[in-house]
């Protein structure tokens, strides 16, 4: 019921669907965090792209601004809940901001 009226449909398919599923699970590993990490920088390079963050016609939020603050909410949740996994998010954070992207969306993220 608290799913943002321009977040991306409730799906299995995508990504970005999958984040706004009740049965949605995070892994518990470093590697799933750090994907989570890089998958923002993608959303907000795509957010970037398109040169405005609001639809012309119903100034409304952009589907990916819905995404990137679901990531962030979904890291800040994560390293508040144990010490080990906030150093996760802090190392996933440092990778992403010196450009080094997970395998699953650097490729994405270099052809932008």
């Known amino acids: 019921p608290k799913i943002p009226s321009?977040?991306?449909?409730?799906?299995?398919?995508?990504?970005?669907?999958?984040l706004f599923c009740a049965q949605q699970r995070d892994i518990d590993s470093q590697?799933?965090?750090?994907?989570?990490?890089?998958f923002r920088q993608l959303k907000s390079l795509d957010l970037n792209r398109q040169g405005t963050s609001k639809s012309k016609s119903a100034q409304q939020e952009h589907p990916a601004e819905a995404v990137i603050a679901r990531v962030t909410e979904k890291l800040n949740?994560?390293?508040?809940?144990s010490p080990r996994r906030s150093e996760w998010v802090e190392e996933a954070l440092l990778r992403v901001a010196e450009?080094?992207?997970?395998?699953s969306w650097a490729?994405?993220?270099?052809?932008?």
Do not use: Q
């Open 77 to 81: 949740y994560i390293s508040a809940s």
């Open 6 to 18: 321009s977040a991306p449909p409730v799906d299995c398919l995508t990504p970005s669907g999958c």
């Open 31 to 38: 590697d799933h965090i750090w994907s989570l990490a890089t």
């Open 99 to 103: 450009g080094r992207y997970h395998p």
């Open 107 to 112: 490729g994405l993220i270099e052809s932008l």
